[in-house]
């Protein structure tokens, strides 16, 4: 039973180009969490979806950053015109139902802007 | 505004002996508490968690108490062993627009296990 996958693992872009990054959460997963990590700094959570829907956007940038979870698919988070200060870890977290369900965390995608 | 607070940045036990990683929070609506475990490189791994109805929970090595109303809660592991060494972060939930768990993160303690 495959867990949460994210890919790529490691992304380097330059200023100004986009960055996608994809999660496949886990096998019966309907919940996706997108969460960034900062050097020496804890997780911020950004977003929460469900299958095509945007549920809790508000940990999100309003600029550049957008989110989504189509019916078919991994979940995309997309950075227009990337900026040194995006370089993070960011992490994808899925579980099975919202409330007290545990959720289960992706390895994660390191984002070096140069 | 960190409404969840680890104020050990770095932790070094004697393997064998007991390590405590210690959180606090500032958000009375929390009421769901996790700890997870992780390696550079790697993503956080769920350890153990405790509801806000409970003060205590076991799982193996790993106990994690809550105290209300310090609003704080604890991990205790034990006996510790060289495989615990990595960071441990604390998290926090409450349940907000259609039960959504969004999670608040500690910064996290380095626990190191010296043989």
């Known amino acids: 039973n495959a867990g949460v996958m994210q890919n790529p693992r490691h992304l380097v872009r330059r200023r100004g180009q986009e960055a996608r990054l994809r999660c496949s959460p886990m096998?019966?997963?309907?919940?996706v969490y997108w969460y960034r990590q900062l050097p020496e700094e804890g997780l911020k959570f950004m977003v929460y979806l469900q299958k095509e829907n945007i549920i809790d956007e508000s940990g999100m940038p309003k600029e550049r950053f957008s989110a989504e979870f189509p019916k078919e698919g991994p979940s995309i988070l997309r950075i227009q015109q990337v900026v040194r200060g995006d370089s993070a870890a960011y992490f994808c977290a899925s579980s099975p139902f919202s409330g007290t369900d545990t959720q289960y965390f992706g390895p994660g995608t390191r984002l070096t802007v140069l | 505004d960190q409404q969840v607070k680890q104020n050990s940045p770095s932790l070094s036990v004697q393997e064998g002996r007991i390590s405590i990683l210690n959180c606090d929070y500032t958000n009375s609506m929390f009421d769901y508490f996790l700890w997870y475990k992780k390696y550079p490189a790697e993503g956080p791994t769920f350890l153990i968690s405790i509801s806000s109805i409970k003060d205590k929970n076991e799982d193996g090595r790993f106990t994690v108490f809550l105290n209300k109303s310090a609003k704080h809660l604890s991990l205790h592991i034990v006996p510790s062993q060289p495989g615990d060494s990595a960071v441990y972060f604390c998290?926090?939930?409450?349940?907000?627009?259609?039960?959504?768990?969004?999670?608040?993160f500690g910064q996290g303690t380095r626990l190191t296990i010296n043989p």
């Open positions: 998290a926090a939930s409450a349940v907000i627009i259609q039960g959504a768990q969004k999670l608040v």
């Open positions: 096998k019966g997963h309907s919940h």
